[in-house]
């Protein structure tokens, strides 16, 4: 009887994509909150008074209780102990709490009132944090940026807690099947939510032609209610689950320190922490500055004042345009007949050549790093097919730094070459840009589906939830040491997009080549130990 049903609920392909969907989605809209800001950085500096040292402080505030408190820790025990289910809803209500604080901070009834007065003159020292050189806030540091900190750090708790719990939901129900898939596939959705950023944010704040900076941010607070609304769908369709198999949703067995000693007596998951960590803070932290870097690198000349090019209806079309490419190219991955794939492909890549152009026209860098995550939903699930199929994950994590590398220091040293070509320029930046968001794709078709291979089945939350800790080490740190170093090696600029990226760019792409070393490392350690990296997932 027990087998029959888990052919219902888990065996069937529409029921498991369908929890996939629901978790893609609050994902989706998770990320847009998580670079709300990235896009108008040059607005926060001219509206709110934020420098290079308050935005990258703020923005790796988001991380700052996950890394420093241990909270993702906390939140893998969470999740290994109470479940999938209540640990999304738990972080979706912590993300909704964070995110209304934020907005708030950049609201206009924040400014000039008492608690701005308040943060304006406390929080400038705190003792411990300032003597190890990790403190959130700093003297100087404008009151908004200081409650909005607190705010992303509430959100950051949340959003991280979110990603093991999807990360763990995934392995519920696609162990055995098409993981890679899976992973890659939420990711690739997940990430759209980069473009939808970059693109309605700065459409947002300058709506009617009055900049107001607090509605970008409330357009994500209502985007992350959305997402609480997946959680609680995905909650009863999980909670059917384990109601028709007879699994139970909690671990009878008490939590042991042991348990997180044998993660950490790994090796190869170390390697893994360490690749992941390499990989997103050279990806990560570059996109909350990217469409800045963008700004000072690429001459833009503004559309004429109420042309089709400068309205608002040009925006609506373009987002059409990506959630075309977007789709076209994610179903040629699952279409059979070949008239059909080629239709899709064709009608991907004029959409894509499309989506370029109307950016080029519209002259701005947020529409042409939209760009980002494009290729990335096409070829996502291919390489998920891959690593599900014929294997060669850690293979494929070594061409992803290779690609990382190159692109940083394109970058760095090409791009600028090109800062009085106008055609020129934006055809260097959107092809960089598109491989960028392609080699990001190999993390979660290869990385993510590595764990399980590497840790026990009981405590892969609190696995995932050290991955993600020591990750986010690397998202606290290099937002603010992108900031910092802008400001030291810029010494002077006032002009938001006159800064000199070449230092920044070369520290990130210096992660690449550590991610390309590690790459090598654990493809042997891999070869010597038998984990099965390089095999496939599914056993045909």
């Not at 969907?21 to 994902?27: D, E, G, Q, T």
């Not at 040059?42 to 991380?63: H, V």
């Not at 769908?233 to 997180?260: C, H, N, R, S």
């Not at 190159?406 to 092809?431: E, M, N, Q, R, W």
Request: glycine share 8%; hydrophobic share 55%; aromatic share 14%.
């Amino acid at each position: 009887m027990t087998e029959k049903i888990q052919q219902v609920m888990r065996d069937v392909p529409a029921f498991r994509w369908t929890a996939l969907l629901l978790l893609a989605l609050a994902m989706f809209c998770s990320y847009i909150f998580m670079d709300i800001l990235s896009p108008i950085k040059d607005l926060m500096q001219s509206e709110r008074g934020w420098d290079s040292t308050a935005f990258g402080t703020m923005q790796g505030s988001e991380t700052f209780l996950n890394v420093f408190v241990f909270f993702l820790i906390f939140a893998g025990i969470i999740l290994d102990k109470m479940g999938v289910r209540f640990t999304a809803l738990l972080s979706g209500v912590v993300m909704l709490i964070g995110a209304f604080i934020k907005w708030y901070a950049v609201s206009n009834s924040f400014v000039g009132s008492s608690m701005e007065m308040w943060f304006t003159n406390h929080l400038n020292y705190v003792p411990g944090f300032q003597e190890l050189g990790i403190a959130p806030f700093y003297e100087g540091m404008p009151a908004s940026a200081k409650v909005a900190a607190i705010g992303f750090m509430l959100f950051g708790c949340g959003v991280e807690m979110a990603g093991i719990t999807v990360s763990r939901g995934i392995v519920k129900w696609f162990k055995g099947r098409e993981m890679a898939l899976a992973m890659g596939s939420e990711m690739a959705l997940a990430r759209l939510g980069v473009a939808t950023c970059m693109i309605f944010s700065p459409f947002f704040a300058k709506l009617g032609g009055v900049v107001d900076v607090s509605r970008s941010v409330a357009f994500g607070v209502v985007l992350l209610m959305i997402a609480f609304i997946m959680f609680i769908v995905y909650f009863f369709m999980d909670k059917k689950l384990d109601a028709q198999t007879g699994e139970a949703e909690e671990k009878d067995d008490p939590f042991k320190i042991a348990d997180i000693g044998k993660i950490l007596s790994s090796g190869g998951f170390w390697l893994v922490a360490l690749l992941c960590v390499l990989y997103y803070s050279a990806i990560f932290p570059f996109q909350k500055y990217a469409v800045n870097m963008l700004q000072c690198n690429l001459t833009f000349t503004a559309p004429e004042a109420g042309s089709f090019w400068a309205g608002n209806t040009v925006t609506l079309i373009q987002y059409g345009i990506m959630l075309i490419v977007a789709i076209s190219a994610f179903a040629f991955n699952f279409s059979d007949k070949k008239l059909v794939k080629y239709c899709l492909l064709f009608l991907s890549v004029i959409g894509l050549l499309l989506f370029c152009y109307m950016g080029y026209m519209r002259q701005s860098a947020e529409t042409i790093f939209a760009v980002f995550p494009l290729l990335a939903v096409g070829i996502t699930p291919i390489l998920g097919k891959v690593v599900d199929h014929k294997g060669k994950a850690a293979t494929m994590l070594i061409f992803g730094s290779l690609l990382l590398i190159a692109c940083h220091l394109t970058f760095a040293f090409i791009l600028p070459l090109f800062k009085d070509s106008a055609i020129g320029g934006v055809i260097v930046a959107y092809t960089t840009i598109l491989v960028l968001g392609a080699s990001f794709s190999l993390v979660p078709a290869s990385l993510w589906p590595s764990v399980p291979k590497l840790v026990d089945q009981k405590v892969i939350g609190s696995a995932y939830a050290l991955i993600f800790w020591i990750q986010n080490i690397g998202l606290w740190l290099f937002p603010l040491l992108i900031g910092k170093v802008l400001d030291k090696t810029n010494p002077g600029v006032t002009d938001p997009i006159a800064f000199d990226y070449t230092v920044p760019l070369i520290m990130l792409a210096c992660l690449g080549v550590a991610a390309f070393i590690l790459g090598i490392v654990l493809k042997a350690w891999d070869k010597k130990k038998g984990f099965g990296l390089e095999l496939p997932n599914v056993k045909e």
